[in-house]
């Protein structure tokens, strides 16, 4: 059950703004528990004790060389454990990466969580809260070669499908956009590509829209299925579809598509693919490819040669097509995109 139906049960007659409140004070960096929310009677303080404050606890957290990747292990109250990682970001602020589900069920072949299966979908609270996590981390310690604190974005690109959760996503983007100075165009939702969750952000009043990225990884229907076992034959055209009607929706200077393509040497990027991504693109619109070399993981991918990155943005540039190479932060703690698994017997306790 959630912290807001465990008040709800608590307290049956209050009025909702009561819960909007203790909301709000969640957000409060010099609040650390239910007695510094004064704006609520003794009584009531006393009474929510049984309440968790926070969701989730730090089991670890590991350090890049760097320091400009965090990642940390966090305990959950039913002993699962999931990742979630901070990373500085080309603003000087941080950017957190948090996951949407303990494991995966999409099992792509070159995805570490993948491999764990799913274990079960967070709930919004242990969502919401990693942004509390990271915030209370960052206003209690100083980081070297940096002053910033805050937290401008947040991606949902660390472990598991944020669509397969779809309710608690969309809670946890409310009470963040309601709560937070983060705006929709600071917050991304990667997905796999969940077809009827992406039908239903169409028509979903109480979706905020954020920004969207889609893994594509291969606009060949053959490599696509090969690498992303999900995908079906009629992916990519349904996929077009519904992009060119997001677009017509939503789309402006603020929203665009963005594709994620995982750079996987011999498999997707050849100049073939390279020319069947950007004839994908464009006969959608608005979308940009962020090309992202292909982190390690215990799989029979390699990682594309840099000079054939550059090859295939280069095609993808001569179409008229937006793309950029994603850097790499974090690997040496396999906190870089698809490294998220759990190994706490590997990890190097420093916090
Ligand atoms: N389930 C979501 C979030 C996945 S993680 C999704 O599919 O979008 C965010 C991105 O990292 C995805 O594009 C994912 O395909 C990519 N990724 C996964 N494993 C990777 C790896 N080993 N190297 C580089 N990127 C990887």
């Known amino acids: 059950m959630s912290r807001k139906e465990q008040f709800n049960r608590l307290f049956p007659n209050t009025p909702a703004f009561r819960w909007k409140q203790i909301e709000q004070a969640f957000f409060v960096s010099s609040i650390s528990g239910w007695d510094g929310v004064t704006s609520l009677s003794k009584e009531m303080r006393e009474k929510l004790k049984d309440l968790p404050w926070m969701s989730v606890s730090a089991n670890t957290v590991m350090v890049s060389k760097k320091k400009d990747t965090h990642k940390a292990l966090l305990n959950l109250a039913d002993g699962q454990i999931v990742e979630s990682v901070l990373m500085e970001n080309v603003r000087g602020e941080w950017t957190i990466c948090v996951s ?16 764990m299966g799913l274990k079960r979908s967070l709930t919004s609270d242990e969502i919401i809260d990693q942004y509390r996590f990271w915030q209370t981390y960052l206003d209690g310690r100083t980081i070297e ?21 779809y309710e608690g ?3 946890t983007l409310n009470v963040w956009l309601a709560h937070t100075d983060l705006g929709k165009t600071r917050i991304t939702v990667s997905t796999v590509g969940v077809l009827p969750r992406l039908e239903q952000i169409l028509t979903d009043k109480a979706w905020p829209h954020v920004r969207l990225a889609i893994s594509l990884h291969s606009a060949v229907a053959e490599t696509r299925k090969q690498i992303v076992p999900t995908s079906y034959d ?6 077009a579809d519904w ?8 789309g402006n200077r603020r929203h665009h598509l963005t594709f994620e393509y995982v750079m996987l040497k011999g498999v997707n990027d050849t100049i073939e693919q390279a020319q069947a991504l950007a004839a994908f693109v464009r006969s959608i619109g608005d979308v940009r490819c962020n090309l992202i070399p292909y982190n390690l993981t215990d799989c029979e991918f390699e990682r594309s040669e840099d000079n054939q990155i550059s090859r295939f943005l280069a095609v993808l540039g001569q179409a008229g097509v937006t ?13 870089a995109c698809g490294q998220l698994i759990v190994l706490t017997a590997a990890a190097d306790k420093t916090v």
């Open 145 to 165: 070669g940096t002053d910033a604190k805050r937290i401008s974005n947040v991606v949902f690109m660390g472990m598991g499908e944020p669509l397969a959760n």
């Open 169 to 171: 996503v969309k809670e």
């Open 234 to 239: 009629d992916f990519l055209p349904k996929l």
């Open 323 to 335: 793309a950029m190479k994603r850097k790499t932060m974090g690997d040496d703690i396999a906190a």
């Open 100 to 115: 949407s589900q303990v494991g995966c069920a999409m099992r792509c072949g070159f995805c570490a969580t993948g491999k």
């Open 243 to 250: 992009a060119r009607r997001y677009l017509a929706a939503l």
